[in-house]
């Protein structure tokens, strides 16, 4: 039996009126998905528990079968596991976007535009990236380039402080969400100095793009310590994923990490190699579990574009789902396959929400016959719930 995760990165969501009351799940064309319902089980799970942030690190803790209130350090720790960045148990990691800021007026005065500069190209990141290490790396202060817009600020024997995610603020002035932590807010304003008028950004103007102007602080953590996924569970795993933050968790639970070239962690990213490569985990590489994980649907709801995020949906049923389960059946597998969302993201918000999230759970070798389409609506309305999500592993695993 092989055991398969499906995640669309934010892909739940609130009934929207320009789409009659329906959600983007509701209104996406999703006919494998749909497949998957019909035979197999649907409910809801609760991914986040109380009192946590629901981000995508406590959430796809959660669905990879950790207790986020045991076993998450922070955000930030995760992805440097990715960047094999060394980390000593009094450091303090952070995770550093680099983020769109209005140019007019004092530093706190500014707005927010935009958490990704435009989802700023890996390769334009690194060049405005070595003008950061250049200008404040030290031996208390280490920056590290990551993908895209996410990076990561090393602070030995730092300070653990509160701090709030750029995407939660977006066209909002800056100046009551800054850090508390001086040495943090004085490298946040050093940097637009730097930046807004390097000159990449000022081509990236011209080129009507949004400029990468300014560091943003978040997701501060310590050196994390996740039990080994396969003394856990018996299972031999792998994840698939565009993001540090997913490469960590694996990295962290000694899973194997797919590279996919030409995957983004946007809607432009390499689906099919990322197809292929849960593919090839399962029936060339000995793995018996593999997690896919898509940013799409969430980063298309942090811009608010609703078409965008039920293309990605769509993208995922196409391009994801429905080629791993044909090639499973193809080469006579068993297999069980779970796909769900971590958290919401409504395009109301911009940015997460805890609440329940619908799951869908399909076996090969038990399928049942029933009219099903896999949606927030239908799922509630089957009444079956999971109250702690880090439970729902053992019910894709029988343990």
Not at 365 to 379: I, L, S
Request: overall charge negative.
């Amino acid at each position: 039996m092989k055991y398969i995760v499906i995640l669309g990165d934010g892909m739940s969501d609130e009934p929207i009126e320009a789409l009659g009351g329906k959600t983007p799940l509701e209104a996406a064309n999703t006919p494998a998905m749909d497949l998957l319902a019909s035979q197999g089980e649907m409910g809801m799970v609760q991914n986040v528990p109380a009192g946590m942030a629901p981000g995508s690190d406590v959430a796809n803790l959660s669905v990879m079968g950790y207790d986020p209130k045991e076993s998450y350090s922070g955000r930030s720790p995760l992805e440097a596991l990715s960047l094999g960045i060394d980390m000593d148990p009094d450091d303090i990691i952070f995770r550093v976007n680099v983020v769109t800021l209005t140019e007019e007026g004092p530093y706190a005065e500014k707005t927010i535009t935009d958490h990704s500069a435009g989802e700023i190209s890996t390769a334009d990141a690194r060049i405005l990236m070595e003008t950061i290490q250049k200008n404040f790396n030290s031996e208390a202060f280490q920056f590290y380039p990551g993908t895209s817009y996410r990076h990561i600020m090393i602070w030995k024997k730092g300070r653990l402080v509160a701090l709030e995610p750029p995407h939660d603020h977006l066209t909002q002035v800056i100046g009551p969400h800054l850090p508390k932590e001086p040495v943090l807010r004085e490298f946040m304003e050093k940097s637009f100095e730097l930046l807004n008028d390097h000159p990449l950004n000022l081509q990236r103007a011209l080129d009507g793009k949004n400029k990468a102007n300014s560091l943003w602080y978040w997701g501060a953590g310590t050196k994390p310590s996740l039990e080994n996924f396969q003394a856990k569970t018996g299972l031999k795993g792998a994840v698939v994923s565009a993001v540090d933050l997913l490469k960590g968790i694996a990295v962290g639970s000694g899973m194997q990490v797919c590279h996919v070239e030409g995957a983004t962690g946007s809607i432009d990213t390499n689906w099919e190699g990322k197809a292929q490569a849960a593919i090839d985990a399962l029936l060339k590489d000995g793995c018996d579990y593999v997690y896919v994980h898509v940013e799409a649907p969430d980063e298309m709801a942090h811009q608010g574009l609703l078409e965008e995020k039920i293309q990605s949906i769509e993208y995922l049923d196409s391009r994801i789902v429905a080629p791993i389960k044909a090639a499973m059946e193809e080469a006579g597998q068993d297999f069980r396959m779970l796909v769900l969302p971590d958290h919401p993201n409504p395009l109301r918000y911009r940015t997460h929400t805890g609440d329940p999230v619908p799951y869908v759970l399909y076996d090969s070798t038990m399928q049942r016959k029933a009219v099903a389409h896999y949606n927030e609506k239908e799922a509630a309305a089957t009444g079956v719930f999971e109250p702690v999500g880090h439970n729902l592993l053992n019910r894709l695993i029988r343990k």
